[in-house]
């Protein structure tokens, strides 16, 4: 399969001779990593053109870098149902920056892109129904990125005297706790014996 997918990497690569990167087999898998503006025009050549054949748009996700400067990668994972070829292309894209949507190329993709805009904050330029898709309406920030904090800003519950579900700060308090290092479950950070380990070696 690598043979094929470097001969497929080979086809792309001369049928899309503007790539800012040329395609490549990673880890037996055929990758792309392309810019945001040549997304729609890459994504489309895939789709239609007959070596490839790309017409299942199978995923977009975002992968988050907070360190770089730009910030995210999304990622769009096709099929091709005809040849069984799989390839992943990459759009590296800044915290600002807006991605073109591809719903008129996948219509899927719209959920897609309001997962990622939901999780990650990436906003998609052209995507009518850019509105949150699994986290509450009010809720503030994007829980996928690597700066959010865990617990998050606010909790949800329900008042039983108010009798309705309230929204308030998170407020968790942990009281100091003194750990058992000798106890399996909470892991042996010292001493790195348990008692009778010193009997081990020893004939019986």
Not at 11 to 20: F, V
Not at 55 to 81: A, H, Q, T, W
Not at 180 to 194: A, C, T, Y
Request: aromatic letters at 12%; proline letters at 6%; hydrophobic letters at 35%.
């Amino acid at each position: 399969m690598t043979e094929v997918y470097q001969k497929l990497a080979e086809h792309i690569g001369a049928g899309l001779p503007g790539l800012s990167g040329k395609p490549e087999v990673r880890l037996g898998e055929l990758m792309l990593v392309t810019d945001s503006k040549s997304l729609p025009a890459v994504l489309k050549f895939l789709r239609d053109d007959q070596s490839c054949q790309f017409k299942m748009l199978i995923d977009i996700c975002g992968v988050d870098y907070p360190e770089r400067e730009k910030r995210f990668d999304v990622v769009y994972n096709l099929l091709s149902l005809k040849h069984n070829f799989r390839i992943r292309v990459k759009v590296p894209a800044g915290e600002d920056e807006a991605v073109p949507s591809v719903c008129d190329l996948f219509p899927v993709a719209g959920w897609f892109e309001r997962e990622a805009y939901d999780f990650y904050g990436i906003f998609f330029e052209g995507n009518v129904d850019l509105r949150r898709l699994l986290t509450d309406y009010g809720f503030d920030g994007h829980p996928f990125r690597k700066d959010f904090p865990l617990t998050g800003y606010v909790e949800v519950r329900y008042d039983e005297e108010q009798k309705r579900v309230v929204n308030e700060p998170v407020n968790l308090v942990q009281e100091f706790r003194t750990f058992d290092f000798m106890s399996p479950w909470e892991g042996m950070l010292r001493p790195r014996s348990l008692p009778g380990d010193e009997k081990a070696g020893k004939g019986n």
